[in-house]
């Protein structure tokens, strides 16, 4: 506000400052504040340098950061794709690391949107992009990293996820140290792949440790705390403590909810969780009213094929099987098999789960912000 009253509201360092206003916002957990702040940051941009100038670019890279932030994965998705074309039809060239940072935020989108074959052919671009032009420990080649890290993971791919992982989280500690918001996220990667290659204790020791470190780094209250203790209530009730695991999951949900609403990606994802945490303490039916309710709202924000619905809807069919309600449990089967089929396909690990009968777990990754 001061820039502009010396400077003018369209003045370069006006414009920068509003952007940067934005940061903040984001960095304290206001996603939808900091939307507005882009969008308004965005209009002024295009209105005084035009559409096709690198402040343009970087604004519409930063909407489309927000509308992930918000769960809004296609829109994010649109707005990259636009981005990248208009820099290779643009003149000049950004500076790698600029069309790195949004090169990786595409294949992060393309990824949150559950595509997580196309999304792993982006991260391996980007990833050797940003070896070759920046080298292996520049940030954002790191940042790239470990994305595609998470791609491959929840392509199935769970070897060469843990291979980098483990490599990406060595480099993070070395250069940017254990409190450094994209060690910390580098961590919860490294932590959720541990826990998928079944190493239980290690991902425990390794998210516990990471949770205490988040409120060093972003406020109490700010949603990717809620989010990644999360990610420690379901190792608690998998290393055998289903009660700790529903009162974190009960806590991490209320803070969510309070932030961001219960229709965010971020909240349903722990919400699914606690239907599992119910249902191990032999809650049936509560485990089910909360596994069908997140079904209908996941439907509703990411579409009834994305793989955190699929894992949903695998959910509530073992929770009407332990009901009894059988003839709905072949219906909801039926139709999960065939969305698993249609996307991740019957042989992704996520829909071996699913054919055996047991429940999915669902987990979070802080994206960079």
Known sequence: QAAEKVLGPDHGTTLRA?????????????FWQAHEIDEE??????????????????????LALDHGLKSNYKKARELLEQVIREIRAGDPSPAPASYLNIYTGLARAVRLSGDFSEASDLGEDAYAFGIEHLGPDH?????????????????????RAMELAEEIHQRYVRTLGLNHPDTLAAAICLSNILRTMGQ????????????????RVY???????????????????????PEIARKMNEDALTGLELKLGRDHHY??????????????????????????????RLKALLGDTHPTTLGAAANTVANLRDLGRDEEAAELFAETEEGYRRTLTLD?????VFLEGRRLDADFDPPPI
């Open 267 to 296: 909240s349903l994802t722990v919400a699914v969780n606690l239907a599992s945490d119910l249902a191990a303490l032999g809650e049936t039916e509560a485990a089910f009213r909360l596994s069908s309710g997140s079904l209908r």
């Open 200 to 215: 239980f204790q290690d991902a425990l020791v390794l998210a516990d440790d990471t949770v205490r470190r988040y409120p």
């Open 348 to 352: 992704h690990p996520d829909a071996q």
């Open 18 to 30: 509003l952007r940067g206003r934005a940061a903040d916002l984001r960095a304290s957990g206001d």
């Open 139 to 159: 940030a954002w080649t790191l940042r790239t990293g470990k994305d595609l890290s998470i791609a491959w993971r929840r392509a199935g791919d769970y070897d």
């Open 41 to 62: 940051a965005l209009r002024r941009f295009e209105s005084t340098l035009g559409k096709q100038s690198w402040d343009t670019w970087r604004a519409l890279n930063n």
């Open 219 to 241: 406020t109490p209250e700010h949603p990717y705390n809620h989010a990644c203790a999360g990610n420690l209530a379901l190792l608690r009730r998998i290393t055998g403590d």
